[in-house]
């Protein structure tokens, strides 16, 4: 697809343009939190529980402990949107090297990569992953390692249904009959035509991603070294009849961010799709 045909079908999606610009503020701000708040965010550096509005020093006010509230949510959007890409990415590998596997070979290596999908479908995600990182310890990359591996299985099937509809079209024919290996028409060939609803996939796995991270760090089981949102969530809970503000306000940069992505990803499919090119 030409890249002006796509970015023309994009911006026909107004919620997906308008999320995707929410997003690019979001990611700046993550870029550049160690430029405005270039102090540790987790260091008590007011009085505690300062209301919003309250102090002008402390626009969103200070938690519990007396920590800024804006600066853990700047500091936090980069650990939360990490988290959410790469275990995105972790996500996507696993899914197009298994999905891709099954569907080119077929045969036993497909059932029993299948059924390896439907053994991990059949556990929980939130125990899995909750799992994974009480056996792995409550670091960030372990957090990514873990949402990544519960992740992968709508990926890979979605990477083998397209690979069984293009195996046997006269373009792959054709290179197997030049003699080229399978790996190479898997890669060169096969799996470019195969990526468009990938992609969409992806980067709903994004937002599923931060969902997660949210829900491990709201249970204790976060990086403590981390202001993640989900943190900042756990943390106010036991304050949420006094001091509300300090869930809801994490709490609605969660809600918007993940709505955000799964706008983009309603926009990625229309611009992807083919069958929606006159939606």
């Not at 069984?164 to 470019?192: H, N, T, W, Y």
């Not at 900042?232 to 709505?259: E, F, K």
Request: with cysteine.
């Amino acid at each position: 697809m030409h890249r002006l045909e796509f970015i023309g079908r994009f911006a026909r999606n107004r919620g997906a343009l308008i999320g995707a610009v929410l997003i690019l503020v979001v990611a700046l701000m993550a870029l550049l939190a160690p430029l405005f708040f270039p102090v540790d965010p987790l260091r008590i550096v007011g009085q505690p529980e300062l209301w919003p509005g309250e102090d002008p020093d402390f626009p969103l006010g200070t938690d519990s402990l007396g920590r800024d509230m804006l600066s853990m949510i700047v500091h936090g959007a980069r650990a939360t949107l990490l988290i959410g890409l790469f275990a995105s990415a972790v996500a996507t590998l696993i899914g197009v090297g298994v999905g891709a596997t099954a569907g080119y070979f077929g045969g036993w290596i497909d059932e029993i990569a299948m059924r390896a999908a439907e053994l991990f479908q059949t556990i929980p995600n939130l125990i899995f992953v909750l799992t994974i990182v009480v056996i792995l310890g409550s670091t960030l990359t372990n957090i990514v390692i873990a949402i990544g591996i519960v992740s992968w299985t709508p990926i890979a099937r979605m990477t083998r249904a397209e690979f069984l509809s293009l195996r046997d079209r006269e373009f792959v024919q054709a290179c197997r009959a030049m003699g080229m290996g399978d790996l190479k028409i898997i890669v060169a060939e096969i799996l470019p035509n195969a990526l468009p609803p990938v992609i969409v996939l992806s980067s709903l796995v994004v937002a599923g991603a931060i969902l997660f991270e949210s829900a491990v760090s709201f249970l204790g089981l976060g990086d403590p070294n981390v202001a993640s949102w989900g943190r900042l969530v756990g943390d106010g809970r036991l304050l949420i009849r006094s001091s509300w503000y300090i869930c809801a306000i994490p709490g609605v940069a969660i809600m918007i961010t993940v709505l955000c992505l799964n706008l983009i990803g309603d926009g990625l499919n229309d611009a992807l799709n083919p069958k929606l090119r006159d939606r």
